[in-house]
């Protein structure tokens, strides 16, 4: 298959400094949970990306020294020579298929608290440190900035020793020293590096000169800004400094790479933003410099693409979380393969792998993170090793991906699903304030297995034992998903709340299914992830009167992993839904409830018509305990998903996965994957 020719522009090389890109898809840095610590992860991670046609494949960021470290979190480390061969096998992984390796050196200032390395963070002033530690940034005097400048030559030296052909100037995401003295609500310092947007821009610009005399001759040398703080008149805007910034810098460096400030705003999620939503930020770089310009904005459309491409708002095609959900984005558009491109949801469970430490998941793509430690490829899976059939009840989404990838690896499947369309759970959320994004989630794997001749799909088919045992499958897969509770257990009780008979009760699934309340409702949130936040939102829209309760100390609280909690209760207060967190139900009976705090265990009195409890799900496993009973000449019976255990869509895809790939293969012995494991040290 060939691509259509209105994609070309994106096929056409780059100069880039010294380096040349061999297209405009630009995977930017991004965080991945690997980093210093599982670097043949991240490597392989890295380099299948650039087997998928990345032209450019960068590092997460990279500490350029001990002074500034983000202890548990885990990143790239460039501190001394000896972290150069763990980024030097990025760079081969990356180079064997043609691609150039960038690397974003970064010092992090107050925005650490350096709590293994134990030396005090520094920045441009005494400030507290932006976690919630009790630690406090001195401010730099001119021996530390000389050292501060050396730390970035002496970084990028070894950057150029491992091989890197593109090393950046990192001032972006309000996480960094160069951007802390940018900000005017950071740097107050009375010196030549404070004050004025001159004298502010005087560190970076030395940075970037010193930085580009070592070892630009050879290497590209790109600068990262974030040209809006999202503060107003307290921060940089694309409007004013954050555009002059850029004007004073114009030609210095061989490539901008331009977004806004701080994470959170950088990587929204779909529920807040669309595809292209920063573009109104960046679009006016082209206009002050002749230096190629990456940006981002969650795109996963070739059209949009072109578009930014021809429009002169972009030079190459930025993106984090799209080269995550498929690797082989820019493979699928040069082959003509659009419709086979895994979109990204905009979920940010890929994000949530930096601030838990571990390697990054992703929900469309269940391969992440597994690429190197189970040797699992987003795009090929081995062949079928024997000719059994299989037969899998339930299409949502572990159901759907374990038909997709064993239809993929040749076997005969069959789908069973109950209702009237595929996509279980998924369908339902997807139809929740701000979630149609989700929908991809179906839409990518239906298409896939509507394509496959071996694969069967039956819709309107609810199976009871016999009916399986009829069908005479080789092997039968349980994927019925789960249903919320109606009895308030969760992790704040242990035991059914205290509910009189008459309540009307709703679960989120009778909701989703069209119930509507009466009178005034209560959301009693102890799952803190969306589902509460997202029907209260709803709830209120339909011209409810809606009290959100919670244990927590705020709504959605999971959801700060996601970056996106702050905005989920922005617009719940906006749309006067009454918060009450700290606190627990004690008693609900058919026009109130009792709250009690969960610390001094006072209680008070609410007004209810409708309790709505999203504590936990249950697994709907009657089919499989009923399977089970019958004992059918099945050679297996296997649960997956939420049937096996209720979780993220992201859980129940994986989950889906891994019975296909491990399927008919020989059981692992001990740990299934493998292990990078700490040399002891010499003393």
């Given at each position: 298959m060939n691509r259509n020719p209105r994609y070309d522009v994106l096929f056409e090389p780059v100069k880039i400094g010294p380096v040349t890109a061999p297209n405009r898809f630009y995977q930017v840095p991004h965080c991945n949970g690997m980093g210093h610590r599982y670097p043949s992860s991240m490597a392989e991670m890295r380099g299948i990306k650039a087997e998928g046609g990345w032209g450019v494949v960068?590092?997460?960021?990279?500490?350029?020294?001990?002074?500034?470290?983000?202890?548990?979190?885990?990143?790239?480390?460039?501190?001394?020579?000896?972290?150069?061969?763990?980024?030097a096998r990025m760079v081969e992984k990356v180079h064997a298929h043609g691609a150039l390796a960038g690397i974003e050196p970064a010092h992090l200032g107050m925005e650490v608290s350096n709590n293994y390395s134990r030396e005090i963070p520094m920045g441009p002033t005494?400030?507290?440190?932006?976690?919630?530690?009790?630690?406090?940034?001195?401010?730099?005097?001119?021996?530390?900035?000389?050292?501060?400048?050396?730390?970035h030559v002496d970084a990028a030296v070894r950057a150029k020793k491992a091989g890197f052909d593109i090393v950046y100037v990192y001032a972006g995401h309000d996480m960094t020293t160069l951007m802390h003295f940018l900000s005017p609500s950071r740097n107050d310092r009375t010196d030549e590096y404070g004050g004025s947007l001159e004298n502010r821009v005087r560190l970076m610009r030395e940075v970037l000169m010193e930085t580009k005399e070592a070892i630009g001759d050879t290497t590209a040398i790109a600068v990262r800004l974030a040209v809006d703080e999202m503060e107003g008149a307290d921060g940089l805007s694309a409007g004013q400094e954050g555009r002059e910034i850029v004007e004073m810098l114009a030609e210095l460096p061989d490539l901008w790479d331009v977004n806004v400030s701080?994470?959170?705003?950088?990587?929204?999620?779909?529920?807040?933003?669309?595809?292209?939503?920063?573009?109104?930020?960046?679009?006016?770089?082209?206009?002050?410099t002749t230096k190629p310009v990456v940006g981002v904005g969650r795109f996963t459309s070739p059209d949009t693409m072109v578009s930014l491409v021809n429009k002169g708002v972009l030079d190459l095609i930025g993106a984090a979380r799209p080269s995550i959900a498929d690797p082989f984005l820019p493979k699928k558009v040069e082959e003509g393969r659009i419709e086979d491109i895994r979109e990204c949801i905009g979920c940010n469970i890929c994000v949530t792998g930096d601030f838990l430490s571990h390697p990054m998941r992703c929900t469309q793509n269940p391969t992440m993170g597994e690429e190197w430690r189970r040797g699992w490829h987003p795009e090929y899976i081995p062949q079928k090793s024997n000719d059994d059939s299989v037969l899998i009840v339930g299409a949502g989404p572990a159901g759907l991906e374990a038909a997709r990838a064993l239809g993929q690896r040749g076997h005969q499947v069959t789908l069973a699903e109950a209702?009237?369309?595929?996509?279980?759970?998924?369908?339902?959320?997807?139809?929740?304030?701000?979630?149609?994004?989700?929908?991809?989630?179906?839409?990518?794997?239906?298409y896939q297995i509507s394509q496959m001749p071996n694969l069967n799909l039956y819709l309107q088919s609810d199976l009871s034992a016999e009916q399986v045992a009829e069908f005479e499958p080789d092997h039968v897969v349980v994927a019925t998903g789960s249903r919320w509770s109606a009895t308030g257990v969760g992790r704040q009780n242990r035991r059914p709340i205290a509910i009189a008979d008459d309540v009307h009760v709703l679960t989120p699934d009778a909701i989703m299914a069209g119930q509507m309340p009466k009178g005034p409702v209560v959301?009693?949130?102890?799952?803190?992830?969306?589902?509460?936040?997202?029907?209260?939102?709803?709830?209120?829209?339909?011209?409810?009167?809606?009290?959100?309760?919670?244990?927590?100390?705020?709504?959605?609280?999971?959801?700060?992993?996601t970056m996106e909690q702050a905005r989920i209760q922005t617009r719940l207060i906006e749309m006067d839904v009454t918060i009450i967190p700290l606190h627990n139900i004690s008693e609900v009976r058919a026009d109130s409830i009792d709250l009690a705090c969960i610390y001094t265990g006072s209680t008070r009195d609410i007004p209810c018509g409708t309790f709505?409890?999203?504590?936990?799900?249950?697994?709907?496993?009657?089919?499989y305990a009923d399977l089970t009973a019958l004992g059918g000449p099945w050679k297996s019976l296997t649960r997956v998903g939420d049937c096996l255990a209720p979780g993220t869509i992201a859980a129940a895809i994986y989950s889906g996965h891994k019975f296909a790939r491990e399927f008919g293969e020989p059981a692992p012995q001990g740990v299934p994957f493998k292990r990078e494991l700490p040399l002891l040290a010499v003393d």
């Open positions: 960068n590092t997460e960021e990279c500490e350029i020294s001990h002074t500034s470290e983000l202890g548990g979190v885990i990143e790239a480390r460039l501190w001394d020579d000896s972290d150069i061969p763990a980024l005494a400030r507290p440190v932006d976690v919630l530690d009790p630690v406090q940034s001195r401010a730099m005097d001119k021996a530390d900035i000389r050292a501060f400048r050396k730390m701080g994470w959170e705003n950088d990587s929204q999620t779909s529920r807040f933003s669309e595809e292209g939503y920063q573009t109104d930020y960046i679009s006016f770089v082209k206009g002050v209702g009237d369309a595929v996509g279980g759970r998924v369908l339902h959320e997807a139809a929740l304030p701000g979630l149609a994004a989700w929908k991809r989630v179906v839409d990518y794997r239906s959301i009693f949130d102890d799952d803190h992830y969306y589902m509460a936040g997202a029907l209260a939102e709803k709830l209120r829209a339909a011209g409810h009167d809606v009290t959100y309760v919670t244990p927590a100390a705020d709504v959605s609280h999971w959801t700060h992993k709505i409890p999203v504590t936990m799900r249950e697994a709907s496993d009657t089919l």
